[in-house]
């Protein structure tokens, strides 16, 4: 039987949101983003740790806060492989001058140029990003062929990605708990399988909170 694909977002950083910066400040502050570890106090929901107890492989993108959150669901258990074939999409600065906005305003808008083509020197592309989400959903889908299941520890936009891909590849979203929320997750079985997660993951991850 093919197990099941689990793919969880990042507990939330240790950033300041609330700064007002330009554009061009972004770029520094997204780089500070991916260097960035969890918030200091963040502890996974019991679904995620329950998910994790069961799954035959949990992996983790190479960025510090997926890392810390798959060391917090696995609960210092388990060794957890990390693979930058996770890593979330790039949010360039955009070419947008004078406006003062908080990141997460900038990051609205640097998603909407970069998803219409926009990607400087040296910036991985939308379409080099779906290249890279599909040979990363092909590999979740090759280990839960073995019938165990598969827990991701990423990022949201590219669990997003991934989520439409996986789709398309004859998988049904079967649990989404949290949102798009920090320690949210999708759980997907293979289209006619019987796999399930166990009702002790459902109920404990009701408790997802919001960023």
Known sequence: MTGMIITARHGRPDVDRTVRITARDYGPWWANYDLAGLAPGQEPPQGLIDIASKAELVLSSTLPRAIETASKVVQGKRDVPQDSLFVEAPLPPP??????????????????F???????????????????????????????QGGGDVLLCA?????????????KCGWELVEHQGHNHYWSYRAYKKR??????????????QGLAAP
């Open 114 to 144: 970069w998803f219409f083509g926009f990607a400087p020197n040296g910036v991985e592309n939308h379409w080099s990003a779906q290249r890279r989400v599909r040979a990363a959903t092909d590999r979740l889908i090759e280990q839960a």
């Open 155 to 167: 990022h949201g936009y590219f669990n997003w990605m991934v989520h439409r891909h996986i789709i």
């Open 192 to 205: 006619g399988s019987a796999a399930s997660l166990s009702s002790n993951a459902r109920s404990s991850a």
């Open 95 to 112: 070419p947008v001058p004078g406006l003062k906005l908080t990141p997460t305003t900038w990051g609205v808008i640097s998603r909407s």
